[in-house]
C-alpha cells in the first residue's frame, strides 16, 4: 500500500469486479443506442452558473453539495454534479436544435460529483448513464425514456425495482399550488430551517422523511387537485402509453425530485432491496431549463441511471452478470526460443480478432499453467523446444483437459475454428 488512499467517498474500480460495471453501462446505452440516441460527451467541469441557475439555487445539490474551484484565471468552475444541464448547454451551443429534426436525442456516461455525507450506495464520485430528448413535447417521448430504462433494467435481469411516476405540473399551474401549499406550510409547527424552506421550496417540505413532519402534513393540498387541464391530459396519454406497454408503474403524488428544473412528468426508478438509498435512478420532463440558461424555448425530458446503485441492486438480487472471459487463448512458452515464437503467434492471434494473452517473466510451467487457468482462456498454448523442432505447438483445451499438437502454420485457423 502506498502512504495515498481514494478520498473519503469515493473507491476504485478494480477488475474483476469492474467488468461488472462495465457491463451496467452497456447494458443501459444499449436500448438508447438503438432508439435514435446519439452519443455525447461534455466536460467533467462547467461554470458554477449553469448549476445554479440550471439545478436550481435552493437546491442541496447547488447549496451544499458542489466542488466549485476558482480558476488562476479567475474562473468560477464547478465539477458537474449532474448531466441534464451540461448536454443541454452543449447542445444549444453546438446548434444541434437548430439542424432541423427536434428532438434532438443524445446519451452519455460518465462521472459525477457530489459533496455529500458517504455511505453505502451515496458517494461523492459517482457514475451516471443518461439520456436526455431535447425539443419536443410529446408524452410518447417521456413513455419511450421509461421503457427503454425499463428495458434496461430487466435486462440486466433485475426484477425488484418500482418505477415511480408523478406530474408536477407546468408554469400555469404550479404557481397556484405552490401558494396554496405555503399557506397550508407556514400554519404548522416547523422548525426554522424547515420555515425557510416554506419560503424557497415548499414543495420538498412534502419529502421531509421525519414523522413530526410527516403527521402534520396530512390534509396539505396535493398538487394532483391543482394541475392544469392540459397538464392532467398529458399525463394521462404518459400513463396510458406506459400500461399499453405493459410497464408497471406507481403513481406517487409525493414525489418531488432534488433539482428545480422539472416540469410536468417525474419519476424515479426505486429499488427494494437497497436500504435508504433506494432510487437507483431518475428524471423527468425540464420545459423551462433551456430558457432558465438563456436559450430558447425547448421542451425536453431525460432521466440518469446510477451506475453504482445499479450494481448494488444487482447484488441485493443475487444477480451475476454473465461475464465473458476477457482471454480466449493464452500463450506458455517453455524456453527463450519458444518465447520469441509463441510471442509473434499471440500477435497474430490478436490480429485475427482472438483474445490472446503470453506469459510474461519467464516463469515455469506450473505457475504459467496456473496463470492461464486464472485468465479464464479456454485453450492453452503450450511450446517447448521439442515441439518447434517438430513445427508444432500443444494446443491444450482448459476445459476437457485435452492436449494435441497442432501445427504453426495452420493454429490461427484452428483457434479461429474452435473458438467459432
Ligand atoms: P438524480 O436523481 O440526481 O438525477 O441522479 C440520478 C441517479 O444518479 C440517482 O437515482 C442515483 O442512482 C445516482 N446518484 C445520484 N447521486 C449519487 C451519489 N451521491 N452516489 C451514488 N449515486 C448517485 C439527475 O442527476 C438528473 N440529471 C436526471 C435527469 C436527466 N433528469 C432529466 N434528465
Not at 425495482?161 to 400555469?172: H, P, V
Not at 394521462?236 to 416540469?263: H, I, M, N
Amino acid at each position: 500500500m502506498s502512504t495515498f488512499k481514494a478520498p473519503k467517498g469515493t473507491f476504485d474500480l478494480l477488475p474483476p469486479s469492474s467488468a461488472t460495471y462495465l457491463a451496467v453501462r452497456e447494458a443501459i446505452a444499449a436500448p438508447l443506442q438503438t432508439s435514435g440516441y446519439g452519443y455525447i460527451e461534455t466536460p467533467g467541469f462547467e461554470d458554477v452558473s449553469l448549476f445554479s441557475r440550471g439545478v436550481g439555487e435552493s437546491t442541496d445539490i447547488v447549496t451544499k453539495e458542489m466542488y466549485t474551484l476558482t480558476t488562476k484565471g479567475g474562473t468560477e468552475l464547478a465539477l458537474r454534479p449532474e448531466g441534464t444541464a451540461s448536454v443541454l448547454r452543449a447542445a444549444l451551443e453546438g446548434n444541434l436544435h437548430k439542424a432541423g429534426n427536434l428532438p434532438v436525442k443524445l446519451w452519455y456516461s460518465g462521472s459525477y460529483y457530489r459533496y455529500e455525507r458517504p455511505q453505502k450506495g451515496r458517494y461523492r464520485h459517482f457514475s451516471q448513464v443518461g439520456a436526455e430528448a431535447i425539443g419536443a413535447e410529446d408524452p410518447a417521448l417521456d413513455a419511450e425514456l421509461i421503457i427503454l430504462a425499463d428495458q434496461a433494467y430487466r435486462s440486466l435481469g433485475l426484477r425488484n425495482f418500482r418505477i415511480l411516476l408523478n406530474s408536477l405540473g407546468d408554469k400555469e399551474c404550479r404557481p397556484v399550488y405552490r401558494e396554496a401549499l405555503q399557506t397550508f406550510l407556514r400554519d404548522l409547527d416547523l422548525d426554522e430551517d424547515t420555515r425557510r424552506r416554506i419560503e424557497i421550496n415548499p414543495l420538498r417540505v412534502l419529502d421531509d422523511k421525519r414523522d413530526a413532519v410527516q403527521k402534520q402534513l396530512v390534509g396539505a393540498p396535493m398538487l394532483r387537485d391543482y394541475l392544469c387541464d392540459a397538464c392532467k391530459a398529458y399525463h394521462e396519454e404518459v400513463r396510458a402509453l406506459l400500461q399499453a406497454a405493459g410497464v408497471s408503474f406507481q403513481d406517487d403524488e409525493k414525489l418531488v425530485r432534488g433539482l428545480d428544473y422539472y416540469t410536468r412528468t417525474t419519476f424515479e426508478f426505486v429499488h427494494d432491496g437497497l436500504g435508504s438509498q433506494s432510487a437507483v435512478g431518475g428524471g423527468g420532463r425540464y420545459d423551462g431549463l433551456s430558457e432558465m440558461i438563456g436559450g430558447p424555448s425547448l421542451p425536453s425530458v431525460g432521466w440518469a441511471l446510477g451506475v453504482d446503485r445499479t450494481v448494488l441492486a444487482l447484488e441485493a438480487e443475487g444477480v451475476e452478470l454473465e461475464i465473458p472471459a476477457a482471454t480466449s487463448v493464452y500463450a506458455v512458452p517453455l524456453g527463450e526460443e519458444a518465447r520469441r515464437v509463441l510471442f509473434g503467434v499471440v500477435t497474430e492471434l490478436r490480429k485475427a480478432g482472438v483474445a490472446a494473452d503470453f506469459s510474461y517473466g519467464g516463469r515455469g510451467l506450473k505457475s504459467a499453467m496456473k496463470n492461464a487457468n486464472r485468465s479464464g482462456a479456454r485453450y492453452a498454448i503450450i511450446g517447448g523446444e521439442r515441439d518447434l523442432a517438430e513445427g508444432v505447438v500443444q494446443l491444450k483445451d482448459m476445459e476437457s483437459g485435452e492436449q494435441e499438437p497442432v501445427a504453426l502454420a495452420d493454429l490461427v485457423a484452428e483457434v479461429r475454428a474452435r473458438l467459432g
